[in-house]
């Protein structure tokens, strides 16, 4: 197959052979599960259960609520101890509201829903039902529901679904994991989510870094003609959707739509695995695979973790850490999130943790731009950062949005060539929410300013009303007391 | 204790700095510069020693009176390169205070004026290059051809003293420089095709055996040292190639419309601060465009003003004017010159829906 050059684009040290080689192991069963009932874009799902109530492994305990939104089930059987703020897995170290709950160490399982084994030829509304119900959401890292993402097919004219194996990340194989151990899973869960948006052809892009993936997944498509594995080149952000369908088919996704106005459909592979589990044998979404690396870590591992498992559990599973860390991360170390504390639970979309020394992060104090160019070049969505960044340092956020600020990825690209170590992204990440914020702000005045002239309007409207109501009464008393717009407001005075 | 304060990802970095890139262009240029300095003798050892420490002062002084931090950006070597390249651009027995004065108006008026490193719109280097060349044009265009270290009839370490710290150049010593001996004899009525029977051959040319500024007389040296910076990927082949391409080419344009007039493109390529200026004048950082499209504008823009004052000004010379001429052009190229943006016409619309280019 023919592939396409994307722009620009790194090649870090991608660090991936400190954890590559570990098989997935699963988790320990932790004392205490902290499942998040917002763990997805969209809207926090509702709670079912009552502290003090037992759930079985599987069983719904928060449902999704509004248009985008996911639930939330039992990774294992217990007792809900309580439900309580605990600290975001996020930036912000915000409190966010969590089910807390205690194993019993019994794994019973809740009733599941029948497998469904015609996943190929049943109608699309079963699939999306079951991963709805199952509470899948993007494995990758966005966490966005995915039957969303399935539904694509229903208004538009789709050509394909692209599976996402890029893994472009440094340090991150979670992916590559589970295509090297459960690639018929994921080939057969990509086959199902072809049949729900109503393509016929499959094309899973996985970077040329990852061989023995490339094999088992090869392997695994062999009987079906409608799955192509496609290398593709280890060029990072390959794993961004807009870049690998540009990578895999040449089109270039237009601003402001996706790739599913061009015929492509992006899901991950673990996504697809997913699928699998909840079409072929009813399970929801309760785990997944976690890479724990960094050389700040003893002994680094991919983890099948059950959601909800405190960051600590996973590190003391991989023998702790080894002196201290320079910097903890959730997700890879191009776009992750900085870890608040170790206490945070696991949620759906979090790939990794990192515990990075300070040889690996690499950090220095920024100095001045010296107008290199190199951020110009590497943009892989031709920008140019080192402009954005001076009008954002003068908090000329009309100037920087002009340029294009609210299309950057964050992708990381530009900051981590920077030879004086300027925080690129931070000034885009602060530009984007900045702008973010004004546009809601102004959205609400115009809502504000809207409703306030609708209620004079009706004041207005109600005044007249009343002095045509007096008018006509007046009216019939006789020439004498002529009608004068003055005369009824004095009444009204009068009446006060 | 863990760093948790709150910026962004990405926390991992490559493994460019600042002082790399510096190192890696001084590098480039040392063979280039030791080749000169032994070709030209002890008193272009002394410039070159002045006007680098000169600068290094310059840059102290400036940051001390600023109140900026002194190490970070000493340490970062762009001084001493601003000097480096400076004095490479004299001529070689040029008296100490033209590498003194050179530093103040390198350093002070065309770096720090504007704010420091990276704030600069013309090259510092330039600036004082210029500077010097209008105000004192006789010690900048005394000239002398080869004498190298310990060979007969060279100046030693004492006679070496008096001319630099002494400001006389002994009789006998004084030679042209090839742009500035035809641009004489064209103005005594002797066409080009004549002159150019008494210059050094091209082998000497090449290889640096010839009058000129103290750093730019060995084309091969130079080659060598911008191939290793763009095998380095410091800088890229865009601004040299336009560059030199230009000036070929419309070199040869003027040479074929008229012999007599206008010398040929090799002998433009070859003469002069072409290279020097091509590989590691022009393709400073600061002062050219970011883009790769913005600086073949740039470097063809350079080659353009360059022919053209060497041909019709009244300067011999005309590499440093042309790099400062388009520095001043540098914020518009960049203007019009931006990448097109993802998903986007080069005009900023977006694209038709079925991803059509």
């Not at chain 1, 209620?455 to 109600?462: P, S, T, V, W, Y």
Request: charged content about 15%; hydrophobic content about 45%.
């Amino acid at each position: 197959m023919k592939l396409f050059a994307i722009r620009g684009g790194i090649h870090p040290d991608y660090r991936k052979e400190l954890a590559s080689d570990q098989a997935i192991t699963a988790l320990p069963m932790p004392d205490s599960l902290q499942i998040l009932l917002h763990q997805h874009i969209g809207a926090p799902a509702r709670l079912m259960v009552a502290p003090g109530e037992r759930v079985l492994k599987g069983q719904m305990i928060a449902q999704g609520q509004g248009p985008v939104s996911a639930p939330t089930h039992a990774p294992t059987s217990g007792v809900i101890e309580s439900v309580s703020e605990v600290t975001a897995p996020h930036a912000s170290g915000l409190p966010l509201t969590a089910v807390v709950l205690t194993p019993d160490g019994l794994e019973e399982w809740a009733t599941l829903p029948d497998p469904i084994a015609d996943a190929l030829t049943v109608a699309p509304q079963q699939i999306w039902d079951r991963v709805a119900q199952a509470g899948i959401v993007g494995l990758g890292g966005a966490a966005f529901p995915s039957v969303i993402k399935l539904h694509l097919g229903v208004q538009r004219k789709l050509e394909m679904l692209v599976l996402n194996g890029a893994e472009c990340e440094p340090y991150l194989c979670c992916d590559d994991r589970v295509m090297r151990e459960q690639a018929a899973e994921v080939v057969d869960g990509a086959r199902i989510m072809a049949h729900a948006l109503g393509v016929s052809r499959v094309i899973v892009g996985i970077e040329e870094n990852k061989p023995e993936a490339l094999e088992a997944m090869t392997q695994a498509a062999a009987d079906f003609p409608d799955v192509t594995i496609q290398p593709v080149p280890v060029q990072y952000p390959m794993g961004s959707e807009r870049h690998l369908v540009q990578a895999l088919t040449g089109r270039e996704t237009p601003a402001n739509k996706l790739t599913a106005d061009i015929g492509a459909v992006v899901h991950n592979v673990a996504t697809a695995q997913a699928v699998h589990q909840a079409v072929r044998h009813g399970r929801p979404l309760i785990d997944r695979v976690v890479t724990v690396s960094g050389r700040a870590v003893r002994q680094p591992r991919n983890i099948r973790t059950p959601i909800g498992a405190p960051v600590s559990t996973l590190i003391d599973f991989c023998g702790g850490l080894v002196g201290v860390p320079a910097r903890l991360v959730l997700g890879g170390p191009m776009m992750g999130q900085p870890l608040p504390n170790l206490e945070v639970p696991v949620i759906k979309g979090t790939s990794g943790i990192l515990a990075l020394d300070a040889e690996e992060t690499g950090d220095a104090a920024p100095g001045p731009c010296i107008r290199c160019g190199t951020c110009v070049s590497i943009c892989p969505c031709g920008l140019v950062p080192l402009e954005m960044a001076a009008f954002i340092r003068t908090d000329d956020l009309k100037g920087a949005a002009n340029l294009g600020v609210t299309e950057c990825l964050s992708c990381g690209s530009c900051s981590w060539a920077c030879p004086s170590h300027i925080p690129l992204v931070q000034y885009f990440n602060y530009a984007k929410g900045m702008l973010k914020t004004k546009e809601r702000e102004r959205a609400k005045s115009e809502h504000t300013k809207a409703q306030t002239e609708a209620h004079r309007a009706r004041l207005e409207k109600a005044a007249a009303a009343k002095l045509a109501a007096q008018a006509a009464k007046a009216a019939p008393g006789g020439a004498k007391s002529a009608p004068i717009a003055r005369q009824p407001r004095a009444d009204e005075t009068a009446e006060a | 204790m863990i760093e948790t304060a709150n910026t962004s990802a990405p926390y991992t970095h490559s493994a460019a700095s600042v002082q790399k890139t510096m190192t890696t262009v001084i590098l480039a240029l040392v063979p280039a510069t030791a080749f000169n300095l032994y070709l030209f003798g002890w008193p272009a050892v002394f410039l070159f020693g002045v006007t680098v420490l000169a600068c290094v002062g310059m840059e102290a002084l400036a940051l001390t009176i600023g109140g900026r931090r002194l190490l970070p950006t000493l340490g970062d070597g762009s001084a001493v390169l601003t000097g480096w390249l400076l004095a490479m651009t004299l001529p070689p027995w040029a008296p100490w205070w033209t590498g003194v004065l050179g530093a103040v108006f390198a350093i002070l008026l065309g770096k720090h004026v504007f704010g420091g490193l990276g704030q600069n719109l013309f090259n510092p280097a330039m600036v004082a290059r210029v500077g010097l060349l209008v105000s004192f044009p006789v010690a900048l265009t005394s000239w002398v051809g080869p004498h190298p270290l310990f060979w007969t009839g060279t100046p030693g370490f004492q006679d070496a003293l008096n001319i630099t710290f002494g400001g006389q150049i002994p009789d006998g010593f004084s030679a042209a420089t090839a742009l500035g001996f035809v641009k004489t004899e064209l103005s005594r009525g002797i066409p080009v095709s004549q002159s150019m029977g008494h210059l050094p051959d091209l082998m000497d040319m090449g290889l640096g055996l010839r009058a000129g500024s103290l750093g730019e007389t060995s084309l091969v040296l130079i080659l060598a040292g911008g191939l290793f910076l763009m095998w380095k990927k410091v800088i890229t082949w865009h601004i040299p190639t336009a560059m030199l391409g230009t000036l070929f080419v419309v070199a040869t344009l003027g040479h074929l419309g008229n012999p007599e007039r206008f010398a040929d493109g090799t002998f433009h390529l070859m003469s002069g601060a072409a290279f020097l200026g091509a590989f590691f004048i022009a393709t400073d950082y600061v002062t050219s465009p970011v883009s790769k499209s913005g600086q073949i504008v740039f470097g063809c823009g350079v080659g353009l003003l360059t022919w053209v004052i060497r041909s019709f000004a009244g300067y011999p010379e005309g590499v440093a004017f042309a790099i400062l001429l388009m520095n001043s052009l540098t914020p518009i190229i960049d203007q019009y010159t931006r990448p097109r943006r993802f998903g986007r016409t080069r005009r900023g619309e977006p694209l038709a829906p079925q991803g059509e280019k």
